[in-house]
């Protein structure tokens, strides 16, 4: 069984300042990371994901998200944010242990990202 | 491609009311998936479909009931709603990627049990 969890559940940032959501998980199998945006009144979109390899994984609209095997952790970056990134992120793992995960995901609680000008 | 679509939109039930939610995919996709999206809870998974004639439980089944009768429709049915199911229901399409499965969402539907 895996959990998520999301440490902040509302992070206001000015315009143009670096922010960071932080994620951990738990799990007793190896997982795959993701994270995932949600605009206000649409659908998830993938932001990016971590399979293996490198520990840091650059994804769409300038976020990035670097893997802790050690600390258990997913925690997802953006140097200078916009308006336009207001929404809310999700964390999920999804079990890679053999064939029957079926692409299942586990999501965080979610945090709400305001950018305010 | 209209990708994962969701009926309808919004809609408002009595409770012991029931409906049924309509996702459909138009990408091929093998895998899908219903998850319910609360305040505070993020995404938990209702039922999902490996296959066309297949479905299976996921971490909140309780009350709901799912067909996937034709390859690119994935059904939702609650037969007697309750106000705990008040929620905004989310669809999801995958095929295997690499070495895991890349997810596409519909925009959802939400839902007031009253």
């Known amino acids: 069984a895996q959990s998520v969890t999301q440490l902040d559940s509302q992070v206001p940032v000015f315009e143009e300042a670096p922010v960071e959501l932080r994620c951990n998980y738990s799990s007793s199998v190896s997982v795959y990371l993701f994270w995932y945006v949600q605009y206000p009144n649409q659908g998830l979109q993938l932001l990016l994901k971590y399979l293996s390899g490198s520990t840091l994984v650059k994804g769409i609209n300038g976020f990035e998200a670097e893997f802790n095997k050690s600390q258990t952790s997913f925690h997802l970056r953006k140097p200078s944010v916009h308006i336009s990134d207001t929404a809310e992120y999700f964390c999920?793992?999804?079990?890679?242990?053999?064939?029957?995960?079926?692409?299942?995901?586990?999501f965080g609680q979610g945090t709400i990202l305001t950018v305010h000008p | 491609n209209a990708g994962v679509t969701q009926t309808p939109k919004f809609r408002v039930l009595k409770t012991g009311q029931s409906m049924t939610l309509l996702c459909a995919q138009d990408?091929?996709?093998?895998?899908m998936y219903w998850y319910r999206q609360d305040p505070g809870m993020g995404l938990r998974l209702i039922h999902y479909?490996?296959?066309?004639?297949?479905?299976a439980k996921g971490e909140v089944p309780d009350g709901y009931n799912v067909s996937r009768l034709k390859k690119q429709n994935f059904l939702l049915g609650l037969e007697s709603a309750a106000p705990s199911q008040t929620s905004v229901y989310f669809c999801a399409s995958s095929y295997r990627r690499e070495v895991t499965y890349e997810q596409y969402f519909g925009p959802g539907t939400r839902l007031t049990v009253t």
């Open positions: 990408m091929n996709h093998e895998y």
């Open positions: 999920a793992v999804s079990s890679n242990a053999g064939g029957t995960s079926y692409g299942k995901l586990t």
């Open positions: 479909s490996v296959g066309e004639g297949t479905t």
